[in-house]
């Protein structure tokens, strides 16, 4: 499909040609760097600090209204950045992240007759053809596309065993404007790449890739598609969790056809009481399902906002919980290395315990903090913010006084703006993933207290490392058996060649040489054996006290055996 085409099927409102466009973003970037500038750079190198100072928060504020008007406007991507920068708290102030937040609602919806066409030439037939029916008032509408339900074929509905669907579409044009967004971004990110104040607190032209890379996979729908059943895979058997299914023989690039799911919004308080249900019992279930993907299954929705997720009552289901949490909307997903979700795990522990010192060695550990960086003012603020606000629900942080808020929040800005550091890979949307899961918790019950959700968690992380150490200590205590029966055979036979001749040395003084190393190689081996033994039973006592005290009582012999080795002598 040709631009021109793209164009006649219908672009974005207010996104004009492909020129224009990048002329117009690279403008207002250029004008707002300049700025930037005289008042950050050249006024305090020539003494006038002050006037910077003095109105730098009506600046950034009067920045993001700008950059808000202008992404509402040319729609596309641009909404997409604008959510991108309110969620960066480690790099932006505060006046620009609190005005972009929200982007997302002020999204127009497409004409019926532009989505229609688009959809058809996906499909390769009249949409009378390929649906029962299509309702031409989209039932949500974002920045790369929009949603209708409709009803299947009775031959598809047969064949899927699904009735009702959401028919999604892209919105028309929206390949095109994501490559000019992403060209006049990566025009951008070189200019601020030279500028030190901006190139020493971040790498904006990894930040622009990773933004890039979450762009161009959220508007191609088969990925979403398998993240969808990737997703559902990883919770099979979960009771909590339910996954709409993929009409995969109605999906393509650019249109997604997913089994309808809507139920109970989960922000819907009132409906959910009307359903019966509880939403204080909605909330640590929640969370739970969150903390599961980000540090168990290392593949996790990064955009859990209220309206991707559903409360689904179970008709006729009893019990504790007769319902499920929905979830929709697979196009920005993130997952988690291996080592990251390590360091992860190690973060939420130390977070459990309130241990500042080791949330910050946790953070340095999963690659966030640069080597250069001095971590004691971080250690005294996390300390400071475990000790003053550590545990405290929502409710409870409402009654707290604005202004400490304030100061402290000023301070703790301060010293995080001041640190290198640099968000490894898909650290941003972990970020994100959890704020919006702390929100939608707090919206379902005002005296929700994420400690009492990651405690828990964080308890059962701690008991699983416990183990991985006890593995580790018997693998080491078992490589230093091995050693310990091999290595004197070893030497013996070593003596034995040089006593028969098999060798040519004949020195008296290295055959006693060989025979202390064999003592020594033998201490050496008891001790390392006794400590692993006694390390070992020290861990397991905790949770298997039968476990531990053999153990323990096991390391003594290791011990007697180092300490008899060598009394001795070869005659």
């Not at 065993?161 to 959401?166: D, E, N, Q, R, T």
């Not at 990925?223 to 023989?249: H, I, L, M, Y």
């Not at 006729?316 to 949490?325: D, I, Q």
Request: hydrophobic letters at 45%; a neutral charge.
């Amino acid at each position: 499909m040709t631009l021109d085409r793209r164009h006649r099927v219908g672009a974005t409102p207010g996104a004009g040609d492909a020129r224009t466009r990048y002329r117009r973003i690279l403008r207002f970037a250029s004008w707002n760097l300049a700025v930037t500038w005289w008042f950050e750079l050249f006024l305090p190198r020539v003494g006038l600090r002050w006037v910077s100072d003095r109105n730098r928060a009506q600046r950034m504020r009067g920045f993001a209204k700008r950059f808000h008007d202008l992404a509402v406007e040319l729609g596309g991507l641009m909404i997409k950045v604008g959510q991108f920068m309110s969620s960066r708290l480690d790099v932006l102030p505060p006046e620009i992240t609190a005005e972009l937040e929200g982007l997302q609602d002020e999204v127009p919806a497409v004409p019926f007759s532009e989505i229609r066409l688009l959809a058809e030439a996906e499909l390769g037939a009249p949409l009378e053809t390929v649906f029962a029916s299509v309702e031409e008032t989209p039932i949500a509408a974002a920045s790369l596309g929009q949603a209708h339900r409709a009803k299947l074929l009775a031959g598809n509905a047969e064949d899927t065993g699904l009735s009702s669907v959401v028919f999604k579409v892209q919105r028309p044009g929206i390949d095109t404007i994501v490559d000019v967004d992403l060209a006049a971004l990566r025009k951008v990110g070189g200019w601020l790449s030279r500028i030190r104040l901006v190139s020493d607190r971040a790498d904006v032209p990894a930040l622009i890739k990773e933004f890039a890379q979450t762009s161009l996979e959220e508007i191609d729908y088969l990925n979403e598609a398998a993240n969808s059943e990737r997703f559902a895979a990883d919770f099979a058997g979960d009771q909590r969790v339910t996954v709409p299914g993929v009409v995969w023989e109605r999906t393509t690039r650019r249109v997604l056809t997913l089994e309808d799911v809507t139920a109970i919004k989960i922000t819907d308080t009132e409906s959910l009481r009307m359903a019966g249900i509880d939403p204080a019992t909605v909330a640590p279930v929640f969370a739970s399902v969150m903390f599961d993907q980000l540090f168990t299954n290392g593949f996790f929705h990064a955009d859990p906002h209220p309206g991707n997720i559903f409360v689904t009552p179970i008709a006729g289901a009893s019990g504790e919980r007769p319902w499920k949490l929905t979830f929709i909307d697979f196009g920005m997903m993130g997952e988690v290395p291996p080592k990251t979700r390590s360091g992860l795990r190690k973060l939420l522990i130390a977070a459990a315990s309130r241990d500042g010192k080791g949330l910050v060695s946790a953070i340095s550990d999963v690659g966030v903090l640069m080597p250069s960086a001095d971590t004691a003012e971080l250690q005294r603020a996390m300390t400071q913010l475990f000790s003053r606000f550590g545990g405290m629900g929502f409710a409870e942080l409402r009654d707290v006084d604005p202004r400490e808020f304030r100061d402290f929040g000023s301070e703790f800005g301060a010293v995080i703006r001041s640190l290198p550091f640099q968000l490894p890979e898909n650290f941003l949307l972990i970020i994100r993933a959890m704020s919006l899961t702390s929100g939608v918790c707090s919206s379902l019950d005002a005296r929700f207290n994420l400690w009492d959700s990651v405690e828990p968690y964080a308890a059962q992380l701690l008991r699983d490392e416990r183990g991985n150490i006890v593995n580790d200590v018997a693998s080491q205590a078992l490589d230093a058996a091995t050693v310990a029966l091999r290595l004197p055979k070893r030497l013996d036979g070593l003596i034995n060649q040089i006593e028969d001749g098999a060798l040519e040395v004949g020195n008296r003084r290295l055959e006693r040489q060989m025979e202390r190393l064999i003592v020594t190689a033998r201490r050496a081996v008891a001790a390392l054996v006794f400590g692993a033994l006694l390390i070992a039973g020290s861990v397991v006592r905790a949770d298997d006290a039968v476990l531990g005290n053999v153990l323990m009582i096991l390391s003594v012999i290791p011990l007697v055996h180092g300490l008899w080795s060598g009394r001795r002598r070869r005659p």
